[in-house]
Nanobody, 123 residues
Framework: QVQLVESGGGLVQPGGSLRLSCAAS????????MGWYRQAPGKQRELVAA???????NYADSVKGRFTVSRDNAKNTGYLQMNSLKPEDTAVYYC?????????????????WGQGTQVTVSS
């Protein structure tokens, strides 16, 4: 069964760092585009960072210069390095990926979401 599993959230003080991971498991052929989203209480889910299959990246203005998105294609894993964290970064973070996978002898492409991981920035 294909799925995305996130890890790396937690509680951190302002100015601290965390690294989130998003691992794709199952009969994966490739991870195409991958994005990281977050949703704070009472707010809409927003795109934080994204990376294409070719490695091009883009970021929300609020995290530019502080967050870095990357991927390891050999491990079918994406990462979000978060530095200089602020209380307003507190949210549940979700990864999203467009995956190509095998089912039997056929290839399929579909969009998947991770389960979400809580990031809390507080002193």
């Amino acid at each position: 069964q294909v799925q995305l599993v996130e890890s790396g959230g937690g509680l951190v003080q302002p100015g601290g760092s965390l690294r989130l991971s998003c691992a794709a498991s199952g009969s994966i052929s490739s991870i195409n585009a991958m994005g990281w989203y977050r949703q704070a209480p009472g707010k809409q889910r927003e795109l934080v960072a994204a990376i294409t299959s070719g490695g091009s990246t883009n970021y929300a203005d609020s995290v530019k210069g502080r967050f870095t998105v990357s991927r390891d294609n050999a491990k079918n894993t994406g990462y979000l390095q978060m530095n200089s964290l602020k209380p307003e970064d507190t949210a549940v973070y979700y990864c999203n990926a467009d995956l190509t996978y095998y089912s039997g002898r056929y290839l399929y492409t579909a969009d998947y979401w991770g389960q979400g991981t809580q990031v809390t920035v507080s002193s």
